[in-house]
């Protein structure tokens, strides 16, 4: 049996029924393992070129709203020091926090437009990847099942011609 697979002897046609379906469930596993990975790849690549940036300049803006409030405050502290011997440490403090914050929210800025970059390659190769699976799932997965409906009535049919022996002393009556 040459260029044929691995043979096996079914005289069961339930069997080949249940092989069937199980090839049906499986193609349908796919096809929605394929539909979620789709989706998942969409919903990180908005978060990743539409919300987090949005949410970079908000926060980006309210630092620098922290930073100005800081600079007057220690302007006021600083002018109470000279004037009355406080300190303006804790001033000092918060402008430096608030310059730190500004420069980690503007690396991740940076961050955010080399990653969607290297996103946008990544997704085209997914994308195509996940494209010829689909096409190997619609394209052999049918074709399977159509073999094993045949298999199974022909199966059923050559099941239907062997009729039970029947024993010579059985078909007489006493």
């Known amino acids: 049996m ?3 697979g691995p043979s096996a002897n079914v005289r069961d046609v339930t069997t080949l029924e249940k092989a069937q379906w199980a090839l049906v469930a499986y193609r349908e596993e796919i096809q929605q393992g394929l539909i979620e990975a789709q989706a998942e790849v969409a919903r990180f690549t908005n978060w990743l070129e539409q919300q987090r940036p949005q949410e970079l300049a908000a926060q980006l803006q309210r630092t620098k709203r922290e930073l100005e409030n800081a600079k007057a405050d220690l302007t006021r ?3 109470m020091q000279s004037n009355m011997g406080t300190s303006a440490d804790t001033e000092r403090k918060r402008v430096q926090r608030a310059k730190k914050k500004i420069e980690d ?4 800025r940076e961050a955010l437009k080399r990653w969607s970059h290297r996103l ?4 085209s190769l997914f994308t ?6 689909a096409f190997r799932v619609d394209s052999v997965f049918p074709s399977l099942e159509a ?3 045949n298999r199974r009535d022909a199966l059923a049919a050559y099941l239907a011609t062997l009729a039970p022996k ?3 002393n059985e078909d007489r009556t006493p």
Do not use: C, F, V
């Not at 929210?105 to 991740?108: D, E, F, I, T």
């Not at 195509?128 to 699976?133: D, K, R, Y």
């Open 166 to 168: 029947s024993n010579s």
């Open 105 to 108: 929210l503007l690396r991740q």
């Open 120 to 123: 946008q390659q990544e997704r």
């Open 147 to 149: 073999d094993l409906k």
């Open 2 to 4: 040459a260029g044929q």
């Open 128 to 133: 195509a990847a996940t494209s010829q699976l």
């Open 77 to 79: 502290a600083e002018m």
